[in-house]
């Protein structure tokens, strides 16, 4: 089924250690989004990027990198793991449909826990 | 800066009853997107309802609608005829289009919603 992947589905990590979080869309989608949700906070921006090539800071992006390999495929770095980045990491992509209305597909998000 | 205020932090609801989240939202944008997704306890995000700031019809899909009060900068979900399976975590979202040409969303703290029988 075409939509956004994320992987892996839950991690735990030791403060310090380092990872990277994988999405990839089969959409052809032009943006991707890497978003955090914390209790009672929502879902918040860590970065984006609008198109191949490009990427660009959110609302929170301390203590993580990004790439956007290719149109597919964004990634999501933590180089040095820190307790206060334990949260549900979700990817998401989006492509203008007609109008304002942008199609957003989210993917099934990552649950990351840092000891 | 955009602002979404979701002041319901849960809600019980009785199955087959109506039931009404709010959603108020700050934006200087005249054009504007709001969004609303539910949340299961199996964690993914699912898209509800939109409604663009220059819509004349509030919008509506199935079970859901949504109250858009301009004026007020209100955006509130009514979901009727409440099932077992509409509890979940509900967010309210808002993408600015003039302003922000990536598309980036803005969400709320979320409601959670429990239906009871």
């Known amino acids: 089924n075409a939509g956004v992947t994320q992987t892996p589905k839950f991690q735990v990590l030791k403060t310090g250690q380092s990872m990277t979080l994988q999405c990839a869309q089969d959409m052809n989608h032009n943006s991707m989004y890497w978003y955090r949700q914390d209790p009672g906070m929502g879902l918040r921006l860590i970065y984006y990027s609008a198109s191949e090539g490009t990427t660009d800071k959110g609302e929170v992006p301390n203590g993580y990198n990004v790439s956007r390999l290719n149109k597919r495929e964004f990634s999501l770095r933590l180089e040095s793991a820190a307790p206060s980045q334990t949260s549900v990491y979700f990817c998401?992509?989006?492509?203008?449909?007609?109008?304002?209305?942008?199609?957003?597909?989210f993917g099934s998000g990552t649950r990351l826990t840092v000891v | 800066a955009q602002k979404i205020t979701q002041t319901q932090p849960g809600m019980f609801v009785q199955e087959k009853e109506a039931v009404t989240l709010d959603c108020t939202y700050d934006t200087s944008d005249p054009s504007y997107g709001l969004f609303w997704y539910k949340q299961p306890s199996s964690g993914e995000m699912i898209f509800l309802i939109y409604q663009g700031s220059y819509d004349q019809q509030n919008a509506t899909e199935g079970r859901y609608s949504l109250n858009f009060q301009k004026a007020r900068k209100s955006a509130n979900l009514v979901i009727s005829a409440s099932q077992l399976g509409d509890s979940a975590m509900y967010f309210c979202?808002?993408?600015?289009?003039?302003?922000?040409?990536?598309?980036?969303?803005?969400f709320g703290a979320g409601t959670q919603v429990v239906v009871t029988p």
């Open positions: 979202a808002m993408r600015d289009v003039t302003t922000d040409s990536w598309g980036k969303l803005q």
């Open positions: 998401a992509s989006s492509e203008q449909l007609t109008g304002v209305h942008y199609g957003y597909t």
